[in-house]
């Protein structure tokens, strides 16, 4: 059917002829009220917005020589921040002659992530940058 024919039926049924796929030989047309087909689309974005979820990275950092209160308390919150559906990014920061230490540190954050294995994974092992070792624990995945 020609442009003009389509958009005279077009006119008729008070209607507007929008092209779907111009680059076709020929163009492929519709007729359709436009402006309730870009309202329902919005209608559809913002439902999907709503509905979605922001993951936050939280942070919890650890000290070496952390008493068991103390670490007690910070894995509550991570827990309580890894239910919530958040990733936890865990540090422990060495300070002078803590540096030649850096295996108690490892053995914080293995004790840290075992203490945390029923809710959740380890996204990235604990490895040692600079002054600062660094873990990311992830929410398990729903089954």
Same mark, same amino acid.
């Given at each position: 059917?020609?442009?003009?024919?389509?958009?005279?039926?077009?006119?008729?049924?008070?209607?507007?002829?929008?092209?779907?796929?111009?680059?076709?030989?020929?163009?492929?047309?519709?007729? $359709?009220?436009? *402006?309730?087909?870009?309202? =329902?689309?919005? &209608? +559809?974005?913002? !439902? %999907?917005?709503?509905?979605?979820?922001?993951?936050?990275?939280?942070?919890?950092?650890?000290?070496?020589?952390?008493?068991?209160?103390?670490?007690?308390?910070?894995?509550?919150?991570?827990?309580?921040?890894?239910?919530?559906?958040?990733?936890?990014?865990?540090?422990?920061?060495?300070?002078?002659?803590? $540096?030649?230490? *850096?295996?108690?540190?490892? =053995?914080?954050? &293995? +004790?840290?992530? !075992? %203490?945390?294995?029923?809710?959740?994974?380890?996204?990235?092992?604990?490895?040692?940058?600079?002054?600062?070792?660094?873990?990311?624990?992830?929410?398990?995945?729903?089954?």
């Amino acid at each position: 059917m020609s442009a003009k024919d389509a958009l005279d039926i077009a006119e008729q049924k008070n209607l507007d002829l929008v092209k779907i796929a111009p680059q076709a030989t020929p163009p492929v047309c519709k007729i $359709m009220d436009f *402006s309730k087909y870009r309202f =329902e689309q919005s &209608k +559809r974005e913002k !439902e %999907a917005r709503k509905n979605q979820h922001i993951v936050d990275i939280k942070e919890v950092r650890l000290s070496l020589n952390i008493d068991t209160h103390d670490f007690n308390t910070k894995l509550n919150n991570a827990l309580k921040f890894i239910k919530h559906g958040d990733k936890v990014k865990v540090s422990i920061r060495f300070r002078g002659r803590e $540096m030649g230490h *850096s295996e108690i540190g490892l =053995e914080n954050m &293995k +004790r840290f992530a !075992e %203490a945390c294995s029923e809710v959740a994974v380890i996204e990235k092992p604990a490895k040692l940058e600079g002054r600062n070792m660094l873990m990311f624990l992830a929410p398990k995945p729903n089954k």
